[in-house]
């Protein structure tokens, strides 16, 4: 018996340390090609899905990111991306390039801290970008692909 | 003593005999088991000892294939004098890019070259981080006095890298490697000409 709430075509990829990005990614565009995204489509999706999978484990240690199709007016693939760690505290700097963790990123700065260009390139790449967070409780993205 | 006690008395006795019977064939039985759970454990130890045998053999197989796979998948190839290619094929993840970068600058060392090509007609996928790394391996080959130049961007790729918010401008980029060795062989020739 499947849960009213997750519908029965719907990828769900648990990220945390260890899980790699691309990996993650790769089953997402997988999806995508079985839902009958093109190839741009496929390669978009891809490239968001690695970018919220590597927030998620830098940023909050581990997360959830759903892949579901929605056939209603408009066909869309629907990516979710929860987890429950400090939160985004400010999604509109967040989108910025080049800024990560409410700042901007200097040269010094460790590769490791990231590229501060995740969610910008989210944003350019998807057609819809809903961020929703609580600072200390979690943080909620939902990104959507018309196709 | 009565006669009905006396009665009383052996029946007890028989009573207790029989009971000593039946915890003699209990421990028996109990021995028995415990004999048999003993050789299970030990059975069960045995196949472990195996399992882990074939776990451990089956670690290597695959630390000893990922190291195989990992030669054959990042080549340098020496396609011309000076011009060094390199196809990559794939997912590049942080170990393999780490790895390629180690490769393609020891043979820039050793052979000298002057150009590198990067051919990107099999990639799996570029993020932003991805592209970093190869931004960063371009920049790496231009320390050492060679240029990079990246081919074989497929229309989806170029598409969605031109989003990524990676510079690419500093990079040379042609169509495929065949018009990049072209690149590269005309520029030999002029140079040498001078």
């Known amino acids: 018996m499947s849960d009213a709430a997750t519908p029965l075509d719907m990828l769900v990829l648990e990220c945390e340390p260890g899980t790699h990005r691309l990996s993650v990614a790769t089953q997402a565009m997988r999806f995508a090609e079985r839902a009958g995204v093109s190839r741009l489509g496929r390669w978009k999706l891809g490239i968001t899905v690695a970018e919220l999978a590597s927030n998620v484990v830098r940023h909050a240690y581990a997360g959830r990111i759903t892949i579901s199709r929605n056939d209603g007016a408009t066909r869309e693939i629907v990516v979710t991306c929860s987890d429950t760690g400090p939160g985004i505290g400010d999604p509109e700097l967040a989108r910025r390039d080049g800024y990560s963790r409410g700042r901007q990123l200097l040269p010094e700065d460790p590769r490791s801290v990231g590229l501060g260009a995740g969610l910008g390139a989210v944003h350019r790449l998807m057609d819809h970008v809903e961020i929703r967070s609580v600072a200390g409780e979690g943080s909620l993205v939902v990104a959507r692909l018309r196709f | ?194």
């Open chain 2, 1 to 194: 003593m009565t006669g009905g006690d006396e009665l009383e008395l052996a029946q007890l006795r028989s009573e207790a005999s029989a009971l000593r019977q039946l915890i003699d064939v209990h421990e028996q039985v109990s021995l028995q088991q415990s004999e048999k759970l003993e050789q299970a454990l030990r059975d069960l130890e045995a196949r472990n000892q195996v399992l882990l045998e074939t776990e451990n053999e089956r670690v290597k197989l695959i630390q000893r294939l990922r190291s195989a796979v990992e030669e054959l998948s990042t080549p340098v190839l020496e396609v011309w004098d000076e011009v060094l290619a390199l196809p990559i094929v794939g997912v590049v993840d942080t170990q393999r890019s780490a790895q390629m970068t180690e490769r393609l600058l020891t043979e820039v060392v050793r052979t000298r070259c002057r150009f590198v090509i990067i051919d990107l007609t099999g990639v799996e996928l570029i993020d932003t981080s991805t592209a970093d790394r190869f931004i960063k391996l371009a920049r790496s080959v231009q320390l050492l006095g060679a240029e990079c130049i990246l081919t074989g961007i497929q229309s989806a790729v170029a598409q969605t890298l031109v989003e990524l918010g990676i510079e690419f401008s500093n990079v040379n980029t042609q169509r495929n490697l065949k018009r990049a060795l072209q690149f590269c062989m005309r520029a030999l020739a002029t140079n040498s000409q001078k």
